[in-house]
């Protein structure tokens, strides 16, 4: 069974971070390396991942350099075979990390394969559907967007990257030209998680 490390950098996002867990702990692939890298958060969002920590891999809660340390901290820590990260505001639906895992399986020069993404207000109503197409390096150096929590990455293809703090936020749009000169990108038309868009993002 294919290890796939999933990543969730957390700060101060407490009203949407048990869902964020539920989306990845509830998967139906039974193999999953689950990192929670908290910022020190002031709210309650130790309390949530405390009631699920017999279910995580790792998780740590201390201050660190923003949202792009803490990812960087989780590569680090993971071992799986597919890496994604998934923020403390957004959740996967149901499927999702099986369906990635079988798209890998089946193209073995993949190196990063993306879906579709809702887009959801801060009560978790869809007020948009974000369908992706196929796009090479040319079209992310011209700065076409990929929906980053679809997005799941062969940790073979990562070795020696990491987020780039510096570019605050195209910090995951940074490492897909990166990834994209190393492999192959594959799009998959179907719908595997939610983004939350509200005023706290």
């Known amino acids: 069974m294919t ?23 509830e998967q139906d692939h039974s193999s999953i390396e689950y990192i929670v890298i908290d910022g020190a ?27 792009a340390d803490a990812i960087n901290k989780g590569f680090a820590k993971a071992t799986g075979e597919i890496i994604a990260w998934l923020n403390s505001d957004d959740y996967y639906l149901p499927g999702a990390v099986s369906a990635a895992v079988k798209v890998f399986e089946e193209h073995p020069n993949v190196v990063l394969v993306y879906g579709n993404m809702l ?7 869809t007020f948009n559907t974000l369908n992706y197409k196929q796009l090479t390096l040319e079209d992310l150096l011209c700065f076409q967007i990929i929906g980053q929590p679809a997005v ?17 936020f195209l910090l995951d749009h940074y490492l897909w030209i990166q990834l994209a000169q190393r492999g192959q990108l594959l799009h998959v038309n ?8 509200h005023a706290e993002a």
């Not at 009631?51 to 740590?60: C, G, I, P, R, S």
């Not at 887009?119 to 109503?125: L, P, Q």
């Not at 990562?158 to 605050?168: A, E, N, P, R, V």
């Open 3 to 25: 290890l796939v490390s999933i990543i969730t950098p957390s700060y101060n996002q407490a009203a949407y971070l048990e869902q964020t867990l539920r989306s990845v702990l």
């Open 41 to 67: 958060s002031t709210d309650h969002s130790v309390d949530i991942i405390k009631k699920y920590e017999n279910k995580l891999a790792y998780w740590v809660s201390e201050k660190d350099g923003g949202q």
């Open 119 to 125: 887009a959801v207000d801060e009560n978790g109503k």
């Open 152 to 168: 799941f990455m062969r940790r073979s293809a990562l070795q020696g990257l990491k987020l780039d703090s510096s570019f605050h």
């Open 190 to 197: 179907q719908t595997w998680a939610a983004a939350r868009y």
